[in-house]
């Protein structure tokens, strides 16, 4: 009773009403694969360093089929990402009037689009 009296009477609906904007979870993608392909380079940086790149190896020459593809996919599809991610903030630098609402959804739209079509096909083609 005592809190009623200093809540709000007027409180916004739940954040989950909301839909988040393509345009902020492509930008939210590309830092993190940023990230990602930053921990990955440097893990694998790591273990040359301490030799271990062969136990590495031996672990994954006995994986699955399904198993492999997924790891190349975690390494293919965010490097992929962040490649096209890049070379679209280079257009945008060069070309600012594609800075539109509607022009940068749509370039999320093919930028995934891209991301995954390429990804496919450079597991065809690398393995």
């Known amino acids: ?3 009623n009296n200093y809540m709000p009477k007027n409180i916004s609906p739940h954040v989950q009403i909301y839909r988040f904007p393509v345009t902020a979870i492509s930008s939210i993608a590309t830092r993190i694969s940023g990230v990602y392909l930053s921990g990955l380079f440097l893990g694998y940086g790591c ?3 301490i030799n271990k790149e062969d136990q590495v190896t ?3 020459n ?3 089929r399904v198993e492999k593809f997924i790891l190349h996919q975690s390494c293919i599809l965010p490097m992929t990402y962040h490649s096209y991610g890049g070379m679209r903030h280079f257009l945008w630098d060069h070309y600012p ?3 539109t609402n509607s022009k940068v959804a749509k370039s999320s ?3 995934f ?3 995954l079509g390429t990804s496919m096909l450079l597991e065809k083609i690398l393995v």
Do not use: A, Q, V, W
Request: hydrophobic share 50%.
């Open 1 to 3: 009773m005592f809190l």
């Open 47 to 49: 273990l040359k360093l």
């Open 58 to 60: 031996k672990i994954y």
């Open 62 to 64: 006995e994986r699955s």
């Open 97 to 99: 009037k594609l800075l």
């Open 109 to 111: 739209y093919l930028l």
């Open 113 to 115: 689009g891209l991301t």
